[in-house]
């Protein structure tokens, strides 16, 4: 495994590296835990046959959609996509969107743009970076169309919950980013993790709640593999929209 990694970021470099540190500047909120990465070999090759295509290195500079996609396509922003599947279904079905997804955690990476090429996905970019980072530096104010945050750690001790990725610095940040009438939807399965998000957000005053409380579900967000395990727990999937006024 660490073989495979070593290889990878020896042909590319960037992705080794998933956040700029500043010890002077504290962070308000973590977007990521790294946690290790099996890499098989298909993932090792798609990342070096595939990255410069669909994958975007982290520059602080702001991105031009247009120039990135080819397109003048709404753009949603994806935080922490996981392995991805959901990702590529909607991607492939709601082809007039464009979608950036970032995600740290490698093998997953690695899936998903196996999957861009493969399927194809000409509508997804991926960046492996701190997604805070990468909204603060490269994602210019009032270009994004929505935000997708699904199943994001729950963090469920109560000493740690201060690590959760949904926070008011983090909300503020996006709604920022948000066109007008732009959405921020989330989904979990840890219903007090839920009722924070839902108090989060009615604290920006930017965002609106259209549902006066927890959301239907989409019917184009298809039910992963996680959720799937989640639901035969008896796990309550909770699904939190929200939509910049």
Not at 12 to 31: C, F, M, T
């Amino acid at each position: 495994m660490r073989e495979r990694q070593a290889d990878v970021f020896a042909d590319i470099p960037e992705l080794e590296r998933v956040e700029e540190r500043d010890g002077a500047q504290r962070r308000e909120v973590k977007s990521y835990v790294l946690r290790g990465s099996h890499l098989h070999a298909f993932q090792v090759d798609a990342l070096k046959n595939f990255y410069p295509e669909y994958g975007i290195p982290f520059r602080p500079e702001p991105l031009d959609w247009t120039t990135v996609f080819g397109n003048d396509n709404p753009v949603v922003v994806e935080i922490g996509f996981g392995m991805g599947d959901s990702t590529a279904r909607i991607a492939k079905d709601r082809p007039q969107y464009n979608y950036l997804g970032i995600e740290v955690f490698l093998a997953g990476f690695a899936k998903l743009l196996h999957a861009c090429a493969t399927m194809p996905l000409p509508n997804v970019r991926l960046m492996r970076f701190d997604a805070v980072q990468v909204l603060r530096s490269m994602v210019p104010d009032g270009s994004v169309a929505g935000f997708h945050i699904f199943f994001p750690d729950p963090w469920p001790k109560k000493r740690h919950h201060k690590r959760r990725l949904v926070q008011v610095p983090l909300a503020e940040m996006m709604c920022s980013k948000l066109v007008e009438g732009g959405y921020v939807y989330c989904v979990t399965d840890w219903k007090e993790y839920a009722d924070h998000m839902l108090q989060v957000f009615d604290s920006v005053p930017g965002f609106r709640n259209p549902y006066a409380g927890f959301a239907p579900a989409r019917p184009w967000r298809p039910t992963t593999k996680f959720e799937q395990k989640g639901l035969a727990k008896s796990y309550e999937i909770s699904e939190v929209w929200v939509e910049k006024r």
